[in-house]
């Protein structure tokens, strides 16, 4: 007889770090910080998940506690450092390294108040039940229950009313957000970005950041992490168009697609950076009119391509953008 059980992989098992499983043996926690914990745990990790967005009250069906419970044991584990959380109150939440745990609680402070009401403005107090005063106080106790009174007798004081309930406001979700693999970054960034930054090509700077980020610890603030990332690449990556046919292949383009919008600032320094960056992606892109007549050839059968997030017509500087690009070239060969 043997108290190992062998796991069944039909019935599926969570892989955990042994110095993470060490730490939850020796942590002190209460009964609902550590049923919080775990089941932070299992829907972070046992799903290999650095962080994800978990709400109270989902937390709350699990361990079958209430969610103002949960949210006093979050609380209490981001002050101990044994979770974290990416960007505010509804952000993301992961589970710290556990060297930088609190593995046990802090000791409160005394309460500096006094403890008890021993008189009132009428003088003597021997017959005033005397109550407790603290930060935690309830202000009532079982031997003396609350009295409650129905609604329609609870008025407002004289000359006032009730204040109305005033609407909730709209959650506005974030212009950049980061999933741990890919950015979402709202389009009216972008066109921002790609104005403040020519001639960097802004969305392939974004995937570099993200393929950066997602090896790396996370940040609170993803928008000021690219808007450095985009500085940085254009402090160093000045394009550079010797040996690349632009103005010819602009040409091209209004020769082969004609029905498409005409380029009318052949200067504009983000159209030439995104035909720079193009050829000098592959040696089949440098052949000149063999890859790029076929190429515009295909472009030209478009009336609509996706670039930043909508439907535009199909203008150079969208066909050249890094996805588009890749579509079209794919389907000339």
Known sequence: MTNIVP??????????????????????????????????TRLTVGFNQAERRITADEIAKRINIRPQHVSTAISNLLARRVLYRVGGSRGQIGICDPAEWIFEEPKKELLSERKSVDSTENGSSNNVTKLPISVVSLLYTK????????????????????PADEPEAEVQAPLVSFDGEDFQVDTTLITKWAKAYAPVDVEAEI??????????????????????????????????????????????????CPSHPKVTVATDKVLRSLIVERWNESPDQQSGQGFWLPFFQKANNRSQVFFRGQNVQPRLEALVSRAVFREISEAAQ
């Open 207 to 256: 995937v570099r950041a993200a393929a950066w980020a997602s090896a790396n610890r996370p940040k609170k603030d993803w928008r000021k992490f690219l808007t450095n990332w985009l500085g940085r690449a254009l402090k160093n990556g000045a394009v550079s168009e010797a040996n690349v046919p632009v103005d010819q292949i602009i040409n091209l383009f209004h020769k082969v």
């Open 143 to 162: 031997d003396i229950p609350l009295l409650t009174l129905p609604s329609e007798e609870i008025n407002p004081p004289q000359g006032g009313e009730l």
């Open 7 to 40: 796991l069944r992989n039909t019935g599926g098992f969570t892989r955990m770090d042994n110095q993470l499983m060490d730490a939850l043996a020796a942590v002190h926690l209460s009964p609902a910080e550590f049923k919080t914990l775990h089941a932070i």
